[in-house]
Structures are given as C-alpha cells and as structure tokens.
C-alpha cells in the first residue's frame, strides 16, 4: 500500500530503512523538516524497487532531503537533495537504483563527448509529479568508496538514447559524503540521473623563462580546478626533471641546459579515468653570465696595502663584490685594504639584464705590514 504522511505530520525514520517495495511514501508535510533520520551515515533512510519512490511537497526555496538508500546488494545511503526556485507548490519524487545502470537498459557506454565515464554503481531515479519550478539538485556519494565525480547527466534528454551532460555543476567534497549539485534544473521530462566523470578542461603551466643551466626551476599545474586524486604526467624539453619531483604531483623541477627554447609539457589525469588534452608551454632559457675578475696585487700584500679588483666578466650588467671582512662594493672596478692581516674570500656575484647569476670566489693571504723608521 501507498503510505501517507499528512501536512502536519513527520516521517522520523530514525536509524531504520524504510522498505516502500514498489509503492509510493508521500510526505505532504511542505516543512522541509518534516523528514527527519538520527544520524549522518547511519540513520534511516527511504529505500524502494521500481514503481516505489519517496514523494515530497514542496512550498519554500528551501533544501529538501531526500534520504534515499537501499540494503539491496551492497548497502548503501546515497541521498539526493532539491531546492526548488521559488516557493510555489511542487510535488518531486525520488529513488535510489542500487545498481548498474545497464541492468535496466540505460547503456553507460552512450553519453556526449563532454563526458569520458558514469558512475557504474548506481543512479537516480527523480521526478517532478506536480508544478513547474526549476530546483538545484544535489546527489550524495561517498567518495572512499564511489570514487570521485565531478559531473552529472541525465537520460535520453536532449539527444535520445543517451546520457546527457547536464552541463557545469559545483562539486564539494567532503566526509563523510560529497555531493554534486546542478543548479537551476528544470527538465524532468527523463526521470535517470546519474553522477559522471567530465573530461577536464586543459591545465595551466604556471611558471617563468629561466637561466641556462639553472637548477631545479619550479613549475606548476593549478591544481584547484581538479579533484583529489588527479595526478599529472609531465615531459620536458631543453631540459631533465631533478629528483625532486615527485611522480604524479603538481609541480615539476627542471634543471634547464643551454640557452635557446625549452618546453614543459603536462597532462591532468582525472581520478576516474578522464585525461586532458596535452598542454604545451615554450619558456625562453636566456644565457648566463661569466663571473671572472683578477686582483691586483694578488700576492705578497700587506695590511694597509691598496687591492684593486679588475673585473673580466662576460656579459655581465651589475656587479656585487664581497670582501670578506664585512665591506661590499657595487662598483664594476673597487679597490679595497685590508687592515688586518688573516685569509681572505672575495666573492663576486654578476647579474645580466635577464636577471641570470654567476659568481666567483677568490681567496688571497694578507700579512702584517712592514713598519717604515722615520729616525735614523
């Protein structure tokens, strides 16, 4: 029998399954509390075989639960959840079909090309019975044990024989249920809805022109437009991936070789199987400079003495020195004295007008002056 819930009544399934078979649970109650279950995951839920479903009034633009479920095969709590448009009265009716959608003739292998695969465990079954709002739809998975979706169809609507992506949705995943939601929907002309997996839209390269051979250059895909679990295949050109990437990961580290043209290639692989097309980004590798230089005198000097630096750097636009007793110079050709005797580094750091590196250190002894008599 068809069971009634009246419109000042609540269906409180608590933590059972409520079995309707093929018969109908109307909940004409337009509260969107008026059903209510005791738990997240394991509370009631509505479960029904083909002709069954639960019904429910609506009259606010308010999210409605749907609590669908089946102990069928594996036991599963996959509910659905609609906010109609406005708060005009609307009768939807919905079930879970705890199975493979082929075992009821909707063909998984048929679907657009926006689409690559259809979740092979079950879909929904959702129906407008009564006035002609749009709602936004959530369906309800589990993504441990699901997989991760990040689309939605619909059979037969609008091309025939077919699942239909229902074009762009918004995904959230979260424990202990993620869920797609589809706004705005309006046809129920086809009552099988399925979640899907969307063949992603190409990845970015984020990153920028490097030095020649420069070490462990970093760049990355934006992985926030995918799911978790997406992994990435990276190739590159002009250059060797370090052993710092790690396989699979968002990011590369090249160490480029000369100069001329590099390229970084990348493909996002989405958890279900949906793979990108490849993404191709050329980076110009711009030549280095040669840091060189001779100091003058380079030998037998003395505290007090005068040390003049002669630069003979390649290609080089600004210059860094460093002393090694705590003084540093700009200039392209400094002098410097040493006051006190000791071991001494000079480090010169050159930079070109690509911002490229090099640099050269120079070590030199420095002794105790000799003292001149001014008495004879």
Same mark, same amino acid.
């Not at 009246?6 to 309707?20: H, M, V, W, Y």
């Not at 029904?48 to 308010?62: E, F, I, V, Y």
């Not at 998975?141 to 699942?163: E, H, K, L, R, V």
């Not at 007090?304 to 630096?309: A, E, K, L, W």
């Given at each position: ?11 409180? &399934? ?83 079909? @705890?199975?493979?959608?082929? &075992?009821?003739?909707? @063909? ?6 926006? &689409?690559?695969? &259809? ?66 929907? *309006? ?37 926030? @437009? ?89 290609? *080089? ?52 002056? @000799? ?6």
């Amino acid at each position: 029998l068809d069971a009634i819930v009246d419109a000042s009544g609540t269906l409180a &399934l608590n933590d059972r399954e409520l079995a309707t078979g093929s018969n109908d649970m109307f909940v004409k109650n337009t509260s969107p509390g008026a059903v209510t279950r005791s738990n997240v995951m394991t509370g009631g839920f509505v479960s029904s075989l083909p002709g069954g479903s639960l019904s429910r009034q609506t009259a606010a633009s308010q999210p409605y639960l749907f609590p669908t479920g089946s102990s069928l095969g594996t036991l599963r709590y996959r509910p659905l959840q609609l906010t109609p448009q406005t708060g005009a009265a609307n009768t939807y009716e919905a079930r879970l079909a @705890n199975n493979d959608a082929n &075992l009821d003739g909707y @063909n998984t292998a048929l679907f657009t090309p926006t &689409l690559c695969t &259809l979740n092979p465990w079950y879909y929904h079954r959702l129906n407008r019975t009564a006035g002609a709002d749009p709602a936004s739809i959530d369906i309800f998975f589990d993504q441990t044990a699901d997989g991760s979706w990040d689309g939605m169809a619909q059979w037969n609507t609008p091309i025939g024989t077919q699942w239909n992506d229902m074009g762009a949705v918004t995904t959230t995943y979260a424990s202990p249920l993620s869920d797609v939601m589809k706004a705005g929907w *309006a046809d129920f002309s086809n009552d099988q809805f399925i979640l899907s997996g969307k063949i992603p839209a190409p990845p970015q390269i984020l990153g920028s022109d490097a030095c020649a051979y420069s070490p462990g250059e970093v760049y990355y895909a934006d992985t926030a @437009n995918y799911p978790p679990g997406t992994t990435y295949t990276w190739t590159v050109n002009g250059g060797t991936m370090s052993g710092t990437t790690l396989p699979d990961s968002g990011s590369v580290f090249v160490d480029w070789g000369s100069t001329g043209t590099g390229t970084v290639t990348l493909v996002a692989n989405s958890p279900f199987g949906c793979s990108t097309s490849v993404v191709i980004r050329f980076f110009q590798i711009f030549p280095q400079p040669v840091a060189d230089f001779t100091a003058s005198p380079a030998e037998d000097l003395f505290a007090g003495d005068i040390i003049r630096m002669l630069d003979e750097s390649t290609d *080089a636009t600004s210059w860094m020195w460093y002393f090694g007793d705590g003084d540093s110079s700009s200039q392209q050709f400094p002098s410097h004295i040493y006051q006190t005797p000791g071991e001494y580094e000079i480090l010169l750091v050159v930079v070109n007008d690509n911002g490229c590196i090099d640099s050269m250190i120079f070590r030199l002894s420095v002794v105790e002056g @000799n003292e001149i008599p001014n008495v004879f």
